[in-house]
């Protein structure tokens, strides 16, 4: 029997991340892993937590694996890239948040210069979210890492022009995330598309729910994004990211099941994120991003 | 929505004085304005007036491909001139028109297989436009038929139900209304559907031409209408035809719905 290959009319946009070592990602003509029809020509990126503060909330078996680096985002950053091999770092401003450290801009800005140093791999920077705070800080380290072409996030519909203003003089990409409302997610493209800042700098998050906790809706709106991109719709033709470890990490199961629990709920909550069409997964676990890269093998070259 | 823009027509007296005095800039300003506002093709009338239509036709495409590479929609009921407004299209064209006339059907469906063109097929013959859908269909269907015969995709035809102004002939609208409708099930790939939209308000006082327009429009975009022969300049008509087919599920919702679509 002849099999029906869908052809879409559109593509997604191809963002690239990084100075250094740049990475694209996005860039798909078909929906991912189905034979003959995915034509994927950056396969999906896997992006490793790194905090400017010691994440005190994190689970032993987690923290663990990164030794006395966490109380040196420096080096913590290196392990990562060096041992890890992750495709990028994402650097959380955590000690910038009011009711943690409630560090400066500059403070975080000096933190991420010498990161940008230190490795090669490209960046994704987000705030603390407290959002008049990141306003500042974010404003800040944008403008340190100027022609570093890191992606900085996150803008969402009532906290926006200033991260745009600021990522469009410094060059940078941007997350703009609507949680859970494909329409305010279209409506926030055109928004920030409006200041001038190009679409295919931007980089779509629908807010991450995980396994047990929200992942079907968090999958459902993104298959729906990607079929619109996919059939025309500017702007939602837009790569997608999931902040996979934050929210695993922060179930019961993970924290107080058993050893590998955590592990194979952020590995299982990623995997079906790749299915639904994303293309940066933000993990936290070593032994996770290795399983998850291995995934990402398979399904793209089986 | 695929639309046509129908400015560049011979009929108005603008695009009629520019073919006369050769003024290229008239022509590419209504090109250009008409992409502007979204037309995904250009209609390309030289008019009845034309001394020389061929040349007419030859002037009015070059013109317009100095300033855009838009598919282009050849309207002309002269065989030689078709041929020769298919020859100078860089992109794929449009033939606009034929009808279930046999020797028409011959003549440019065989054109439409030679120059790898769509053809837009209107719903009538020599005994003219039938009163009732039914006997439209009956000519969709020989439409069909012609495009198996010629070895054309029925994905390429573009039926055209020929919708008569509404002031002289009233009862035709719901009826055409229904083959846009019934015309889905004729073949597959099914067939693509277009109206001569601004055909509906000839002749109507000028101060409801337009309404009369958009509220036809939003009607047969309800009915499944893909194409529409249109005023893309027309602002209203265009909000309308964007909200109809934002209610039809065609495009995601957002506030700034209207500009989204502009954007694409």
């Known amino acids: ?302 | 929505m695929f639309i046509i823009g129908e400015r560049i027509n011979g009929m108005f007296k603008d695009v009629a004085k520019a073919i006369k005095e050769k003024d290229k800039a008239v022509i590419q300003a209504l090109a250009l304005k008409q992409v502007s506002c979204k037309a995904n093709a250009l209609d390309v009338n030289v008019g009845p007036a034309s001394a020389n239509p061929k040349e007419a036709m030859e002037w009015l495409i070059k013109a317009i491909q100095e300033v855009t590479d838009i598919t282009l929609a050849i309207d002309t009921t002269k065989q030689d001139v078709m041929e020769t407004g298919l020859s100078l299209c860089k992109a794929k064209p449009i033939i606009n028109s034929a009808n279930a006339n046999e020797e028409k059907m011959k003549n440019l469906f065989s054109l439409a297989k030679k120059y790898n063109a769509s053809i837009i097929g209107l719903t009538m013959d020599k005994a003219g436009i039938p009163k009732d859908s039914e006997g439209r269909m009956e000519l969709a269907m020989k439409l069909v038929a012609a495009c198996v015969e010629y070895g054309i995709d029925t994905s390429e035809l573009y039926l055209d139900a020929v919708i008569l102004p509404v002031n002289v002939a009233q009862p035709h609208a719901k009826e055409v209304l229904k083959t846009i409708r019934d015309s889905k099930m004729l073949a597959d790939p099914a067939p693509k559907t277009v109206l001569g939209l601004s055909n509906v308000s000839q002749g109507s006082s000028m101060q409801y031409k337009n309404l009369i327009n958009r509220t036809f429009l939003t009607m047969a975009i309800a009915n499944g209408l893909d194409a529409a022969i249109m005023d893309a300049t027309d602002k209203e008509l265009m909000d309308s035809l964007i909200t109809a087919e934002l209610l039809m599920e065609k495009q995601l919702y957002c506030d700034s719905y209207l500009e989204a679509y502009r954007k694409k």
Request: a negative charge; one cysteine or more.
């Open chain 1, 1 to 302: 029997m002849e099999r029906l290959i869908e052809k879409w009319q559109d593509k997604i946009s191809e963002v690239v991340i990084g100075a250094k070592k740049p990475i694209k990602i996005g860039g798909e003509t078909g929906i991912y892993f189905i034979d003959g029809e995915d034509k994927c020509p950056n396969p999906p990126s896997v992006a490793m937590e790194v905090w400017d503060m010691e994440p005190e909330a994190w689970p032993e078996t987690l923290k663990s694996n990164f030794g006395s680096t966490l109380k040196d985002p420096v080096e913590w950053a290196k392990l990562c890239a060096d041992k890890f091999s992750t495709d990028l770092i994402c650097l959380r401003l955590a000690s910038t948040h009011p009711d943690t450290k409630n560090a400066s801009g500059q403070e975080a800005g000096k933190t991420l210069e010498k990161i940008l140093k230190a490795v090669s791999v490209p960046l994704i920077v987000i705030g603390s979210s407290a959002p008049e705070k990141d306003n500042e800080v974010m404003a800040h380290c944008a403008n340190v890492a100027k022609g570093e072409n890191c992606l900085f996030g996150i803008a969402t519909q009532n906290n926006y022009k200033t991260l745009t203003a600021a990522c469009l003089s410094s060059g940078h990409s941007i997350i703009s995330e609507a949680p859970i409302d494909i329409n305010i997610a279209k409506q926030l493209n055109i928004l920030i598309c409006d200041m001038q800042f190009p679409a295919d700098k931007i980089v779509i998050h629908h807010a991450t729910g995980a396994l047990g906790y929200g992942l079907e809706y968090t999958y459902s709106i993104m298959e729906r994004t990607r079929l619109a991109g996919l059939s025309g719709d500017k702007m939602l033709s837009m790569p997608m990211i999931n902040f996979v470890g934050q929210e695993v990490w922060r179930t019961k199961e993970a924290k107080t099941g058993q050893k590998d629990t955590g592990i194979l709920w952020e590995v299982v909550t990623a995997t079906a994120y790749l299915n639904s069409g994303a293309d940066i997964l933000v993990m936290n676990h070593p032994k996770a991003v290795e399983e998850i890269k291995k995934a990402i093998k398979k399904l793209i070259y089986n």
